[in-house]
């Protein structure tokens, strides 16, 4: 009886795990709303991108850069690629890609087209809140200075710290420069009157920053746990607010002084 009961249980178990390892073997194949992201490039906003300036200035004296202050990105699956079962756990159990869902990188229901114009619309929008914030930082205005950004085929809005950095370092007329002839990397949307956003992707971004030879990453400090959790080593934290933050830190690191850490 007891052989007979272990029996039916057995086929029973069998029978009801076919359909389990149909719809796995299905899932395997099937496109799944995730998209795949990977460390990216870097630019020095102080220096040349693809043969032009990043940053020019006419209308106030220029000063000389004796280090790097470089923007990251992330690289991303593009919104029509096909995602499966084997990419995502691939992805999950590498330190070099995220799992991202697929909305929380591009807008539902748009053209790759609209895709990529809103894309540059937000790192037009980002390059126009880092003049007005560096300039306002500065006490400088936009009727005597004028300041151009150009970073060719990048889109979105987080290099918008690095740039009004990168402003502020060629115009503050201190002499010692901000880097204090360090690489310093990071990431961080910024708003007109200087406030740091955060941006996503930032523990795939320390990783570009290690690799393309920074000491020292800015982090809005929202995201210090992430950028903590897979921090590369011999990269420095520093969580910022806001440009007047970044700007002390990066002060108080030359000087030799207490810098805030995450």
């Not at 009727?143 to 970073?151: A, S």
Request: hydrophobic fraction near 40%; charge should be negative; glycine fraction near 12%.
């Amino acid at each position: 009886m007891l052989t007979s009961l272990l029996r039916n249980r057995t086929r029973a178990l069998l029978a009801s795990g076919l359909p389990v390892l149909a719809l796995l073997g299905v899932a395997g194949f099937a496109p799944l709303p995730y998209t795949l992201a990977q460390p990216g490039s870097t630019a020095d906003v102080l220096g040349e991108h693809k043969g032009q300036e990043v940053i020019t200035v006419s209308g106030a004296p220029v000063d000389e850069s004796d280090g790097e202050l470089r923007m990251t990105t992330i690289v991303a699956t593009g919104p029509r690629t096909h995602v499966d079962l084997a990419d995502v756990v691939d992805g999950w159990f590498r330190t070099d890609r995220a799992v991202l869902p697929h909305d929380s990188v591009y807008p539902p229901g748009k053209s790759d087209a609209e895709i990529e114009k809103r894309n540059l619309a937000q790192m037009a929008q980002s390059q126009g809140a880092a003049v007005d914030a560096a300039l306002g930082y500065l006490g400088k205005s936009p009727r005597d200075v004028k300041v151009t950004l150009r970073l060719a085929d990048i889109g979105g809005p987080s290099a918008g710290l690095l740039f009004a950095l990168g402003i502020v370092d060629k115009l503050d007329g201190g002499g010692a420069s901000l880097t204090g002839g360090r690489t310093i990397a990071g990431t961080g949307t910024i708003s007109p009157d200087g406030e740091v956003g955060a941006v996503g992707g930032v523990s795939l971004k320390t990783q570009a920053a290690a690799r393309d030879g920074a000491t020292v990453f800015l982090v809005p400090k929202d995201e210090c746990a992430q950028a903590e959790a897979e921090r590369p080593e011999d990269l420095r934290l520093i969580p910022v607010t806001t440009l007047k933050d970044a700007v002390s830190s990066l002060r108080a690191l030359e000087r030799g002084t207490k810098v805030p850490s995450c």
